[in-house]
T-cell receptor, first 112, second 110 residues
Framework: KAGVTQTPRYLIKTRGQQVTLSCSPI?????VSWYQQTPGQGLQFLFE???????NKGNFPGRFSGRQFSNSRSEMNVSTLELGDSALYLC???????????FGPGTRLTVT | GENVEQHPSTLSVQEGDSAVIKCTYS??????FPWYKQELGKGPQLIID?????GEKKDQRIAVTLNKTAKHFSLHITETQPEDSAVYFC?????????FGAGTRLTVKP
């Protein structure tokens, strides 16, 4: 099976812009979770989607949003980018009974 | 919600020695405890996991132990090799909610 794929791998944006990141989960997996990883804050949970519905949400401002499509692919959007949004954004897919999560390679977002 | 603490934050060992990383969690409802290895420029990779109905699990040079009463679990790597150098994360999961420790940077010196 192919692993989790994320596009793009690298992105440079300017403060105030918006960005959309994409994640394709492992075939058959219906849950997609998004995380932000920074050196100072570690891995922080953004939100989880299951069957096109947001099932869990972390403690991030409303500028961070996401959605999931009927084929389980997911996108996350960040509006009005701030310098502090520079991070590695990781997507993880899950399909097993014990919530095993498998991560993609991440999208490195740099906000200038 | 769940809070996961991980120690140490950095660990340096000589090749061939053992390495131990410890985590504690707060939510007694947590029942799934995975460990991830993250190499530079890559996403975290699931290396071993343990469920709450098991006290210990081993996979070649890697083992994980779980003490549900004390709410702590540990990763043990034996006969360490330079390629084991990476950042290791523990996590605890209950009801559709996974929380991660802050990570341990393991360096194995040849």
């Amino acid at each position: 099976k192919a692993g989790v794929t994320q596009t793009p791998r690298y992105l440079i944006k300017t403060r105030g812009q918006q960005v959309t990141l994409s994640c394709s989960p492992i075939s058959g997996h219906r849950s997609v979770s998004w995380y932000q990883q920074t050196p100072g804050q570690g891995l922080q949970f953004l939100f989880e989607y299951f069957s096109e519905t947001q099932r869990n949400k972390g403690n991030f401002p409303g500028r961070f949003s996401g959605r999931q499509f009927s084929n389980s692919r997911s996108e996350m959007n960040v509006s009005t980018l701030e310098l502090g949004d520079s991070a590695l954004y990781l997507c993880a897919s899950s399909g097993g009974p014990y919530y095993e999560q498998y991560f993609g390679p991440g999208t490195r977002l740099t906000v200038t | 919600g769940e809070n996961v603490e991980q120690h140490p934050s950095t660990l340096s060992v000589q090749e061939g020695d053992s390495a131990v990383i410890k985590c504690t969690y707060s939510d007694s409802a947590s029942n799934y405890f995975p460990w991830y290895k993250q190499e530079l420029g890559k996403g975290p990779q699931l290396i071993i996991d343990i469920r709450s109905n098991v006290g210990e699990k081993k996979d070649q040079r890697i083992a994980v132990t779980l003490n549900k009463t004390a709410k702590h679990f540990s990763l043990h790597i034996t006969e360490t090799q330079p390629e084991d150098s990476a950042v290791y994360f523990c996590a605890a999961s209950g009801d559709n909610d996974m929380r991660f420790g802050a990570g341990t940077r393991l360096t194995v010196k040849p």
